[in-house]
C-alpha cells in the first residue's frame, strides 16, 4: 500500500512537468466499478493508518508554580510513547527530566505498563521528585535512588486544553441574565420579592418597607443587583414573555411502540422578548426612582458596571435589529442617564464580537467598534464621551487577552498584520491606551496559539500553517525573544505513507481585487492526464471564518478527495474576520452565501490546475451549510450539479431568533421569504441529498421536512436520509459514508458499492453513529 501511495505522489508531481498537455488533452475520470471498489478499499484504509502519525503537534507545557524558572512537558517519541522535557526558562536549556524506562520498571504491576498509562506528572525539580498518577492512584518517584511511593488516591485534575481561545474574564454574554444575591454585600440589608414586589429588610434593626405596588404575579421586579458599597439597588419591573414550543417525534425510542413527541422553548425571528423596566432603590434614603431610559425590550437584564463612587453605573445595549450599540450612564441619585457611547450602522453591529473592558479607577473604557472600516480598539474617556482610536490600519483585533492597567497596555489577538501573509493568521501583541508600542510577540508567517506562564513573564507560542506542520517556541513576554524551539512536529510516518497534502490556494473575488482564500485536497492517486471532479465543502455562516488554518495532516476532505475527486473548502464574501466591506456583503442577503467569490475561485483553481473539471461541480455542507449546499443547487444550477445538504436552516424564519437576526435584520421582512430553500425548492434542478435528525435541537427537523414537502408539491427528485434519534448532524459516520456514495453515484456516474452485499463490499461496516 506504501508503494502504491508513493508512486502516485511521484505521478502526481510529475503533473506539474507536462507543459505540452492543454485543457482539451485532460480526459474526465470515469472510473469502472472495479476501479470504484478498490478506491473504497483504500480509501478505508487510509482512513485507519493516517491516524495518529504526527508527533509533537500539540505540546501541553506545565510550569514551576514557585517561580517559573523551569516548565516541563511530555514529548511524544514515538506513538503514545512518552518522555518528559525539562525547560530551564533563563537560557532556555533542554534536558531530559528522567529516565521513563526506570520509573516504569518501579511501578508495583503484574502487567506491562507504557508512558502513556501514566499522567498528572508533576515535576519538583528542587527536591528532585517526581510526582504521577497511574490507575487512578498517585506515586512519588526519587530518580536519584530509582524509589517509588505510593501517595493515595489520585487528585481529581480538570482537563486543560493548552491552546484553547484566550478570553479576559470581564468579558460575558449579553444573551445571559445578569442578577446577584437578594442580600447587600455588607450584609445590611435584605431584598425580597413578593406577590411581584420589592420589600427590603434592615438586617440590624429588622424593620422593612415596600418599595413597589404595582408588581404582580405576571408582571414581577426582579433580577437584582447591589451596588458595592451597599447604597443602592438596581431593580427591573419584567414582564416576561414565554417563548413557543417547536416540536419533534423521537420516531425510534427503544422499549417503546409509539413515537415520542418533544418540545422545547425557541424563539424565532420576529418573536417577542421579555422587557425590562429599569428602577434605582436607595434603601438608606427610602427612596425609589425610574432610570430615565427606554425600557430593555432585547437581551436580558444587562450586566452593571460601576464608577468608582458608586454614585454612577454604565450598561450596555444592543438594539433589536443589530444597528445600534450604546454604552448608557445612570447617575442614581436623579435616574438621569447619557449615552457615553452610542454607535449606528447602515448594516449591521456584530454583537459577539463587541469588547468592552471597564477602568473605573481612571473613568476610561477599552471598546471596540468597526465604524472605520476594521474591528478596532478605542479608549473612551466616560466623563468627557471622547474615543481615541488605539489600534489602526487595514487589518483587525480579534479578541483581548487581558489589560495591564498599571502600565496601561493591553494584549491582543489580530489578523491582516502583514499584506504577503494570510490575512486569517492569528497574532499575538501587545499595546500602548494611546496606541504606542505596538509589538507583536508572535511574527513568525502562520496561525499562532499562545499560552502564558502564571506569572506572564513567558509565553508558548504553537504555530503552523495548514500544510507546514507545528511548531512550539518559548519565548519571553517582555521582548518577544525567542529562548528555544521546544519542538518541531514529526510528520515523517504521515510523509511515508504518501497521502497528498492540503494545499492553500487564492484568487480575486467578485471585484477583482479582494484576495479569496481557500484549500484543495487531491487524490494521492491522481492520472496526470485526468480532469477530476470538483466538491466543495461549505459553510457560509456570517459568524466567522471556515478555512482551516492550522496545520491539517488529514481530514473528511481528504477522506472524499481519494475516491476520485478534488475538494475544496473558501471563505467567500460575507463571511467574518475580514474588512466591514468584506462581511456587509451578507446582510440581508443570506442567499448569496459568497457564491460569486466561491464560483470565480473554483475557476481560477481549474486555469491553474488543468485536472479541474468545473463542469462537475458538487458541494456540501451541515447547518446553515446544509442551507448553503442547498442554495447553490437552486441559485447557480449552471455551475454546481449536485448536493448534500445536512440539517440545513433552510428558511430562516423558522430557524433560531438570534442567529437570523443578527443578518437579516429585524423586523422580518420579504427578504426572508425570498431567500427560503423552502420557496425556492420548485427551481432545483440537480442532484439533491436531504439528511436531517429527527431529534435535532439546533435548528428544528420541520425546516427540512418543509423541504421536502416543496420539492414533492413541485414533483422534484431527490434523496432523503432521516437519522432517527440524531440530534444536529450530518448523519455521523452513516451519514458521511452515504454522502460518498451520492458523489460517486452523481458525479463519477458510476454505482457505488452494495452496502448489502457482503461479498460485493468487504469493507468495514458504517452503521454506527
Avoid at 478505508?44 to 500539540?58: F, G, R
Avoid at 408588581?215 to 426582579?222: K, V
Avoid at 432610570?291 to 450598561?315: G, L
Avoid at 451541515?622 to 449552471?638: F, I, V, Y
Amino acid at each position: 500500500m506504501k508503494s502504491k501511495l508513493s508512486k502516485a505522489i511521484v505521478a502526481a508531481t510529475l503533473l506539474t512537468s507536462i507543459p505540452t498537455l492543454t485543457n482539451a488533452q485532460y480526459q474526465p475520470y470515469y472510473p469502472t466499478y472495479q476501479q470504484i471498489v478498490k478506491r473504497y478499499q483504500d480509501n478505508y484504509l487510509l482512513d485507519s493508518i493516517t491516524k495518529n502519525k504526527v508527533l509533537n503537534s500539540n505540546i501541553n507545557v506545565h510550569w514551576n508554580p514557585n517561580d517559573n524558572s523551569y516548565c516541563w512537558y511530555a514529548k511524544e517519541i514515538q506513538p503514545q510513547i512518552f518522555e518528559y522535557i525539562i525547560v530551564d526558562t533563563k537560557n532556555g536549556k533542554k534536558i531530559k527530566a528522567f529516565d521513563m524506562d526506570k520509573l516504569l520498571h518501579s511501578i508495583p504491576s503484574d502487567t506491562i505498563i507504557t508512558s502513556k498509562d501514566i499522567s498528572q506528572v508533576f515535576i519538583n525539580k528542587k527536591d528532585d521528585n517526581i510526582l504521577f498518577v497511574w490507575n487512578k492512584q498517585q506515586y512519588s518517584y526519587l530518580p536519584n535512588f530509582n524509589k517509588i511511593t505510593l501517595l493515595g488516591k489520585a487528585p481529581l485534575e480538570k482537563p486543560v486544553n493548552p491552546y484553547g481561545k484566550t478570553d479576559f474574564k470581564d468579558r460575558w454574554s449579553r444573551w445571559g441574565s445578569f442578577a446577584t444575591d437578594t442580600i447587600s454585600p455588607d450584609k445590611k440589608w435584605s431584598a425580597t420579592i413578593r406577590n411581584g414586589n420589592i420589600f427590603i429588610l434592615n438586617n440590624l434593626t429588622k424593620t422593612e418597607k415596600q418599595y413597589t405596588t404595582n408588581g404582580t404575579d405576571a408582571n414581577f421586579y426582579g433580577s437584582l443587583a447591589w451596588s458595592p458599597d451597599s447604597k443602592t439597588l438596581i431593580t427591573y419591573h419584567v414582564r416576561p414573555v414565554i417563548d413557543s414550543n417547536v416540536y419533534f417525534v423521537l420516531s425510534s425510542v427503544p422499549g417503546t411502540t409509539r413515537g415520542v413527541l418533544k418540545s422545547n422553548p425557541y424563539k424565532q425571528p420576529g418573536d417577542p422578548f421579555t422587557t425590562y423596566e429599569m428602577f434605582v432603590i436607595k434603601p438608606q434614603e427610602e427612596k425609589i426612582t425610574k432610570v430615565k431610559t427606554d425600557i430593555i425590550d432585547f437581551f436580558d437584564a444587562p450586566e452593571i458596571h460601576w464608577e468608582k463612587d458608586n454614585q454612577y453605573f454604565s450598561y450596555e445595549r444592543v438594539d433589536r435589529g443589530h444597528q445600534r450599540f450604546r454604552i448608557v450612564g445612570v447617575n442614581t441619585n436623579s435616574g438621569d442617564t447619557t449615552n457615553i457611547v452610542d454607535e449606528k450602522t447602515k448594516t449591521f453591529i456584530y454583537e459577539n464580537r463587541l469588547i468592552s473592558y471597564y477602568l473605573p479607577e481612571s473613568k476610561e473604557i477599552i471598546r471596540s467598534s468597526e465604524k472605520d472600516g476594521w474591528q478596532h480598539l478605542y479608549l473612551v474617556n466616560t466623563a468627557t464621551k471622547k474615543e481615541q482610536l488605539i489600534t489602526k490600519g487595514n487589518w483587525i483585533v480579534r479578541d483581548v487577552d487581558s489589560v495591564d492597567t498599571q502600565k496601561r497596555e493591553i494584549w491582543f489577538s489580530a489578523s491582516g498584520l502583514y499584506p504577503t501573509e494570510d490575512p486569517y493568521n492569528i497574532h499575538f501583541c501587545r499595546i500602548k491606551f494611546d496606541g504606542t508600542g505596538l509589538l507583536d510577540l508572535t511574527p513568525e508567517n502562520g496561525n499562532h496559539k499562545v499560552r502564558f506562564s502564571p506569572d506572564k513573564k513567558y509565553l508558548i507560542d504553537r504555530y503552523s500553517r495548514v500544510n507546514v506542520a507545528p511548531i512550539s517556541k518559548l519565548k519571553s513576554v517582555i521582548t518577544g525573544k525567542n529562548f528555544t524551539t521546544l519542538e518541531i512536529a514529526d510528520t515523517s510516518a504521515l510523509v511515508t505513507i504518501g497521502t497528498s497534502l492540503i494545499e492553500p490556494f487564492v484568487a480575486k473575488g467578485r471585484d477583482g481585487k479582494t484576495d479569496i482564500y481557500g484549500v484543495i485536497c487531491k487524490p494521492s492517486h491522481m492520472d496526470p492526464n485526468t480532469k477530476y471532479p470538483v466538491i466543495e465543502n461549505i459553510y457560509a455562516g456570517p459568524q466567522d471564518a471556515f478555512v482551516p488554518k492550522d496545520y491539517l495532516p488529514y481530514s473528511e476532505m481528504q477522506s472524499i478527495a481519494e475516491l476520485g475527486f478534488i475538494v475544496v473548502q473558501i471563505d467567500g464574501m460575507g463571511t467574518a474576520n475580514r474588512s466591514k466591506t468584506f462581511h456587509d456583503v451578507c446582510w440581508h442577503n443570506i442567499q448569496d452565501a459568497g457564491f460569486p467569490d466561491r464560483i470565480l475561485w473554483i475557476k481560477a483553481l481549474a486555469e491553474k490546475y488543468p485536472f479541474v473539471d468545473t463542469a462537475r461541480v458538487g458541494l456540501y455542507g451541515t447547518s446553515a451549510g446544509g442551507q448553503d449546499a442547498m442554495g447553490g443547487l437552486l441559485s447557480h444550477p449552471e455551475f454546481y450539479k449536485a448536493a448534500v445538504a445536512a440539517c440545513g436552516c433552510h428558511d430562516n424564519r423558522i430557524d433560531k431568533q438570534w442567529w437570523n437576526e443578527q443578518w437579516m435584520g429585524y423586523p422580518v421582512g420579504p427578504w426572508y421569504a425570498e431567500q427560503s430553500n423552502v420557496t425556492n425548492a420548485h427551481k432545483l434542478k440537480g442532484a439533491l441529498m436531504l439528511i436531517v435528525g429527527d431529534a435535532d435541537e439546533n435548528v428544528p427537523p420541520e425546516t427540512t421536512y418543509r423541504v421536502a414537502d416543496a420539492l414533492i408539491h413541485a414533483g422534484k427528485s431527490f434523496d432523503f436520509l432521516p437519522i432517527p434519534g440524531s440530534n444536529h448532524t450530518d448523519g455521523g459516520p452513516y451519514g458521511r459514508a452515504r454522502k460518498k456514495d451520492f458523489f460517486v453515484k452523481n458525479l463519477l456516474k458510476v454505482t457505488p458499492p452494495d452496502r448489502n452485499d457482503n461479498d460485493d463490499f468487504p469493507l468495514p461496516k458504517t452503521g454506527i453513529r
